[in-house]
């Protein structure tokens, strides 16, 4: 994926993320790390179109330039998505929520109709590789938060993506579960080679995970590189200006700045 002179102003006026500039290698563990506000949604929205661009371009690997509405509902059917919020459908069984990532596949028509027995045994395999096979059935707001979000991502993983997006994925969840939902995202994108950017507000988790971190500051990137560069100078670049995160008797959370 490639951002050229990405920059996006909402009607309001307010300068959400400004001209940017980024190329994202395949295969590698990306975190947008910021406060609130910082434009880590904004950018990582405007990867799949979500957030449209008020200038600039996007590029996938796979289709080139993304300039028109066919190219990007081929990009969004290979990029899988997870929400801070789940967004899930309650009544419906986890299973049924998972089914939802092979809409994309299909015409509108189409996907009024039963899946095929393929799709259900992938989408199977999906809930399995995240530990939830046994609550396939089972109504998804009687799930736990972590159990959630692991739909999510077992939602994301039956489209086949190529790239994974996941706007603050475990902002809602306790430390200890944020902790090992994102491992187990991790481990998952590495075992299928897929490149994944993923938004953040933990630094350690960014430390502890990242192969690359970009840090985001009023719209602006203002440190990129590997987790072993992010001193408490980057740090005070990326949180200038707001509440730098305090030390968390978690060790998930805690804050160890490198001299």
Same mark, same amino acid.
């Given at each position: ?8 102003? =909402? ?39 979500? &957030?449209?661009?008020?200038?600039? $371009? &996007?590029?996938?690997?796979? #289709? ?6 066919? $190219? ?15 967004? #899930? ?20 028509? @189409? ?9 259900? @045994? ?6 399995? @590789?995240?530990?939830?096979?046994? =609550? *396939? ?9 972590? $159990? $959630?979000?692991?739909?999510?991502? *077992?939602?994301? #993983? ?35 080679? #897929? ?41 005070? @670049?990326? =949180? ?12 998930? =959370? ?6």
């Amino acid at each position: 994926m490639r951002l050229f002179d990405a920059g996006v102003t =909402y009607p309001n006026g307010t300068v959400a993320l400004q001209p940017t500039s980024l190329e994202f290698a395949e295969g590698v563990f990306t975190i947008l790390l910021g406060p609130s506000g910082a434009g880590k949604s904004t950018l990582l929205r405007s990867l799949n179109g979500i &957030v449209p661009l008020s200038q600039g $371009q &996007v590029a996938s690997a796979h #289709l080139g330039v993304l300039r028109n509405a066919r $190219q990007w509902r081929e990009h969004r059917r290979k990029t899988g998505m997870i929400f801070q919020q789940h967004q #899930l459908i309650g009544r419906l069984t986890a299973l049924a929520n998972v089914l939802m990532g092979r809409l994309g596949h299909h015409s509108t028509l @189409r996907s009024l109709l039963p899946l095929s027995v393929d799709e259900k @045994r992938m989408a199977l395999e999906a809930l399995d @590789r995240v530990g939830l096979l046994d =609550y *396939a059935l089972r109504r998804a707001d009687q799930l736990s938060g972590g $159990q $959630q979000q692991r739909v999510g991502i *077992a939602r994301a #993983l039956a489209q086949a993506p190529n790239l994974i997006l996941a706007d603050e994925p475990v902002a809602s969840l306790d430390p200890a579960t944020a902790e090992r939902v994102l491992a187990l995202l991790h481990g998952i994108c590495r075992q299928d080679g #897929l490149s994944a950017i993923i938004s953040l507000h933990q630094v350690e988790l960014a430390r502890q995970f990242a192969d690359r971190i970009i840090g985001i500051n009023g719209g602006h990137v203002v440190f990129d590189g590997p987790p072993d560069r992010l001193g408490e100078d980057a740090i005070r @670049r990326i =949180y200038d200006g707001t509440s730098i995160p305090q030390k968390n008797p978690s060790a998930a =959370y805690e804050l160890e700045m490198t001299p």
